[in-house]
């Protein structure tokens, strides 16, 4: 069972869900997340997650996992959450987080990964499917494809052409890693 953790527009979630994938709760760090919407379509249970409620990121985390935990979550996807988790989360999951970032990790950990590429101007960038460890962005890749930089063109039309390749890439390792496929 799939939990999945959001912060945008969620259509990673939405790549997940078309692939009729087991996503059985969606948590978000906040309740204006758009991809809440998506989920609540499928009426699938969805909570938010504000940092500001908890006296805390740990007690925010541990909240998160054990509402995860109540629905039977056992792999839990990181599908543009933007927030970092303590290894209080992780070690509920152990090797069973898995993360989406636009750029060809090592390169360009962190936030605006997009905007980073094209100011350091590199011909190719992607995206990356990773095991989460409690760095930024930096467990095991399981998966990248490639992107290669137009000139000229803008970041939102570069990370448009990366999210197709993350949602092509993102399903077909979730699957991987719902079958237990992925070795350890
Ligand atoms: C994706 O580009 C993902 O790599 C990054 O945040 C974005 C989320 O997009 N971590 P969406 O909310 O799935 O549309």
């Known amino acids: 069972m799939i939990g999945v953790l959001v912060s945008g527009e969620g259509t990673n979630l939405q790549a997940l ?4 994938l087991p996503v059985v709760a969606v948590a978000a760090s906040s309740e204006a997340v758009p991809a809440l919407a ?8 969805t909570a938010a997650f504000e940092l500001e409620r908890f006296d ?8 998160m996992a054990a509402w995860l935990l109540e629905r039977a979550v056992e792999l839990v996807v990181l599908a543009g959450f933007m927030q970092i988790l303590t290894p209080t989360f992780l070690e509920q999951f152990p090797g069973r987080a898995v993360n989406v970032h636009p750029s060809l990790l090592p390169q360009f950990p962190g936030l605006r990964a997009v905007e980073r590429a094209l100011a350091a101007g590199v011909s190719e960038t992607g995206a990356t499917v990773h095991l989460v460890d409690e760095g ?9 494809g490639r992107v290669p930089i137009v000139a000229g063109e803008s970041a939102h039309t570069l990370h448009r052409r990366i999210k197709r ?8 390792v979730v699957r991987l890693l719902v079958r237990d496929l992925v070795p350890a």
């Open 165 to 172: 390749v993350e949602h092509r890439l993102l399903p077909v």
């Open 136 to 144: 930024v962005d930096s467990g095991r890749v399981l998966a990248q």
């Open 56 to 63: 805390g990121r740990l007690e925010r985390d541990r909240a």
């Open 17 to 20: 869900l078309r692939e009729e």
């Open 38 to 45: 998506r989920a609540r379509a499928r009426e699938i249970p």
